[in-house]
């Protein structure tokens, strides 16, 4: 990592800056999914499945700066997520993971909040009820009922379990750990091809539990390999394996992060769907590039020491060239910290611009070059 060691302090003043005047413009709302034309508009509620990004990054700044003022506009959007729970505000998606593992949990671990802990563990039981009996999957989207939805899961979720695997150890109760890996088992035998790329979605029959097919909703075709998807696929099996202890989890990050490393173009930063390389015209996504970078420093810690030296290079490699070339170190016009990710192509959603994920695993990616030893909140 020490390539990018003179980069870090620039982009971490660069970001800490830009968090400021978030908090300044936001407040007590939160910044919308992507930006419009490089910049974030608010939204008009705590809807959706990305508003713990925000929170989470302000975690990640006060850990960066010690400076109070980060930790206490963190605390202050707890009661939102609070409310959201209490009211039933949004709540059919399987990202309560992420939305209440970043805003909740991390609270709870930080200041001991007693709502926090009480709003996290309804989040997981909740997850609870999305799990489908037969298959021993956690529906993604919608209402149970909903034909189109019942039995489909997504690479995306590897993130969502550590919320469950917290739960078990916050009240002693299996059940959700249990779940999470009865889940994840599942995605690890079928959403990873044989040449190791990544569904993005799979069915299982509702009824018989018997796996159907893989589709995508946001890569290129449904036997492409959507880049995002594949970077969860890294971070997420190995954050599973570091739960369970599993080495088929081990084996099957390392199996993404392998096909992933060998699909970049020259400066590392992935096309929105891997079947896109160098030369083509295709929209770079730079959200899976920082998705990757966590997830390749958190693996080069668990394989052998030759492999990890790689995965710790590439990580670098990539990273420098998200400081360098897609960061709005150069871009005070922007509220973004990230710019040139995708969020839909297919939806031509957020195509092009920054996203409140891409925010947070950049800032995330920073803390981790910027202290060592560090602990991620997942």
């Not at 939305?99 to 926090?116: F, G, H, I, K, Q």
């Not at 040449?195 to 492409?224: K, M, V």
């Not at 957020?350 to 800032?363: H, I, P, Q, R």
Request: hydrophobic share 40%; aromatic share 10%; charged share 20%.
């Amino acid at each position: 990592m020490t390539a990018i060691a003179d980069q870090t302090g620039t982009a971490v003043s660069a970001a800490l800056s830009t968090v400021d005047a978030n908090i300044a413009e936001f407040g007590d709302r939160y910044p919308a999914d992507t930006t419009t034309n490089d910049r974030y508009p608010p939204r008009p509620a705590n809807r959706g499945w990305t508003t713990s990004f925000w929170p989470g990054m302000l975690w990640l700044a006060h850990d960066l700066s010690g400076d109070e003022t980060y930790r206490k506009a963190a605390t202050s959007h707890v009661r939102s997520f609070v409310d959201r729970m209490d009211g039933g505000v949004d709540l059919d998606t399987h990202d309560l993971g992420f939305l209440y593992t970043l805003s909740c949990v991390t609270a709870w671990r930080r200041n001991r909040d007693p709502e926090a802990k009480r709003a996290a563990l309804a989040a997981a039981d909740h997850l609870l009820t999305r799990v489908l009996p037969s298959a021993g999957i956690i529906q993604a989207w919608g209402d149970l009922a909903d034909p189109r939805q019942q039995g489909r899961t997504i690479v995306d979720s590897l993130m969502n379990t550590p919320l469950l695997f917290w739960a078990s150890r916050a009240t002693g109760d299996p059940r959700y750990a249990a779940a999470a890996r009865r889940h994840t088992t599942q995605l690890r035998d079928h959403l990873i091809r044989e040449d190791d790329t990544t569904y993005h979605t799979f069915y299982w029959d509702p009824a018989t539990g018997a796996p159907l097919r893989g589709e995508t909703e946001q890569g290129s075709a449904d036997e492409s390999c959507w880049a995002r998807g594949q970077a969860w696929g890294i971070y997420g099996f190995t954050l599973n394996h570091q739960y369970t202890g599993d080495p088929t989890l081990l084996a099957a990050a390392i199996r993404c992060a392998d096909y992933f490393l060998a699909r970049l173009p020259a400066d590392g930063v992935a096309y929105w769907d891997l079947i896109f390389t160098e030369g083509s015209t295709e929209e770079r996504d730079s959200s899976a590039a920082a998705i990757a970078v966590n997830g390749l420093l958190e693996l080069a810690a668990v394989v052998p020491p030759a492999l990890g030296e790689r995965y710790r290079a590439a990580a670098g490699t990539i990273l420098a060239s998200l400081i360098d070339g897609y960061s709005t170190v150069r871009r005070p016009d922007s509220n973004a910290l990230l710019l040139h990710g995708v969020y839909d192509k297919p939806k031509n959603v957020g195509v092009n611009e920054g996203n409140l994920w891409g925010d947070y695993f950049y800032l995330e990616a920073l803390t981790r070059v910027t202290l060592p030893g560090w602990k991620h909140p997942w």
